[in-house]
């Protein structure tokens, strides 16, 4: 069965999964993000999720990373592609707080700050430097590269970035409702603190990111420029659309496409495709078909909860194209779901 | 010229260079190690190699790392060969104290303590398991993967695991003079707290590292478990001898050799050579011929001083196979010195 759209024709011969995670106190405004039950918890979830991937437990967390309305962190739709693959997957921090138990790669930085408040991503300009070195390593290694995300709050970042390069647009949520009202707010606030204006920095990209952007956004540039020369798939939604434009406004060239999932397209309050479309990029989709899952708090998926991260959309389709039904990749997630192995409270 | 012996005759397409990097307070005790000119510096020393290596900068030490009587790090030679070659390097740290400011992987774990004191490497199971996951990764990208280290303090606490497996062997120094007398004092006073005697744990490797090792030894180890099916080659002298010891102890299989330089082979003071026929593995050693310097501290290399570290060895070996004169390395070696770029005071 078809799951993919379009069809993805290129059959990598040493794929790599990475994963970029980080922090923002953005994502501890409360209600903007639902990655972390509590928005103190927000800080451990991209390291949880990196543990996941990496060996099936939850070590520094005290328990799964997941959503308000109960859904689990996408991390086991990741994981159980790639288990379903055996593709290597690499978490690389930028920015982050909380480092996981399993081994990451560490680009440096400090947590993002509150937008509202604060210069975002003070050191972008280092994390940008920092991961081109490592893309160009990647780049001798590797013949097509996935680059997923984790971060809290990364959507309203999304939208800051975005409208500060003068796209009118809005971003997804990890909630079902998506709380547009609030994350503009958060943007006219973080506008307003930093004196900038909707497109007033479409040429200095750079600025954007340290403005009002999150510590994930320099660390993905900084890998897609390094990587010239290798495909390159950004695996995620709107945030990853954001890092795209950013790429186009810096110039950033190469083989570069965007793998989402089917609940992103289907999200009317963001604007994926048109993001995508305005770039001349080109986007995959793949429907993980999660509402044949056993566990329900998975099957909501289905219904718009979560809708993408840990590069869950890019994951799926390495699965698809290395000929996993989909029917195995949902029988794998609800497996891994019921045997990651938690703290011992 | 030849300058490699004996032939290395594989060809790798996609090689790879790994450092492990690493702090010991063993490496503190005063007259032990010259990685560092102060015992108070050793901790900082790796993650200069690392910035060195990476970027050709000293970020994070107020000097290049050097030994008492003068001689820059070895460093300056790996980056040499890496910058001729354009071979990918990547620093893993491994029980490290003092991060580097460049992108590394992070294995976790904690400083390894003074071995007359307390236990070497408290966590060595799980950096064992770390590394061995790291190695699985790289496996599906390289087809051949140096290792290098660096840790100040090194050769006493490789001394002390080869003779808790029961050889009766000497290790080489970074000095010109071998401190062999307070070496054997360390170890004895090791072994005396941890209630072991020579060849005890003969049969329990990963206890010997545990009591008596240092943290680059389970990270060295656990990626060649986990590189198994790829060319691996140690990069190193008698630390890495010791490592080759511990992984046939340990029943690591695979395509294992090692590869040094001609200043460890001539070295009297230590068994490099009896240690790895002993184990039936390949060895190779460079002559990077570095009396041809125009640097009478870099010259002095020649006559024993430094020796080995950060992978040197194997660099130089990896220059040659891949077509660079001997002048040029060294040549490129004085570059690298002349125009590494230090903190400002």
Redesign the interface.
């Known amino acids: 069965m078809k799951w993919i759209y379009p069809d993805f024709e290129f059959r990598p011969k040493?794929p790599?999964f990475l994963c970029v995670i980080s922090n923002t106190d953005t994502g501890k405004i409360p209600g903007l993000s639902a990655a972390g039950t509590t928005p103190e918890l927000t800080d451990y979830t991209p390291g949880a999720d990196a543990e996941l991937v990496?060996?099936n437990k939850i070590i520094t967390m005290p328990e799964l990373p997941e959503a308000p309305g109960g859904s689990p962190t996408p991390a086991i739709v990741t994981k159980a592609a790639l288990n379903l693959t055996?593709?290597?997957?690499?978490f690389v921090?930028s920015g982050l707080r909380k480092?996981p138990?399993?081994?990451?790669?560490?680009?440096?930085g400090v947590g993002g700050n509150d937008i509202r408040k604060q210069t975002g991503v003070p050191d972008a300009k280092m994390l940008y430097e920092?991961?081109t070195?490592?893309g160009?390593?990647?780049a001798?290694?590797?013949d097509c590269i996935f680059i997923g995300e984790s971060i809290a709050g990364g959507t309203t970042t999304a939208l800051a970035v975005l409208k500060a390069l003068g796209y009118d647009v809005n971003v997804s949520s990890s909630f079902a409702t998506n709380p547009t009202g609030l994350k503009t707010q958060v943007v006219m606030d973080a506008f307003s603190r930093a004196g900038i204006k909707e497109g007033s920095l479409k040429n200095d990209p750079l600025r954007a990111v340290t403005e009002v952007g999150d510590p994930m956004m320099p660390a993905a540039l900084g890998l897609m420029r390094g990587l010239a020369g290798t495909k390159v798939v950004l695996a995620g939604g709107t945030q990853m659309a954001a890092v795209l434009a950013l790429g186009a406004a810096l110039g950033i060239e190469g083989d570069i496409s965007i793998a989402t999932t089917k609940y992103i397209m289907e999200d009317k309050t963001a604007n994926f495709k048109e993001i995508v479309e305005s770039l001349g990029r080109p986007y995959y989709y793949s429907d993980p078909g999660l509402e044949n899952s056993k566990i329900p708090p998975v099957q909501i998926y289905a219904q718009g909860y979560v809708k993408e991260g840990v590069g869950m959309g890019g994951a799926a389709l390495l699965a698809a194209i290395n000929g996993v039904p989909r029917e195995k990749l949902v029988e794998e997630t609800d497996h891994v779901l019921m045997t990651v192995e938690l703290p011992k409270k």
């Open positions: 040493r790599l990496e060996t055996k593709i290597p997957s690499l921090a480092k138990a399993v081994p990451y790669v560490e680009l440096g920092n991961a070195l490592l160009k390593k990647l001798t290694l590797s």
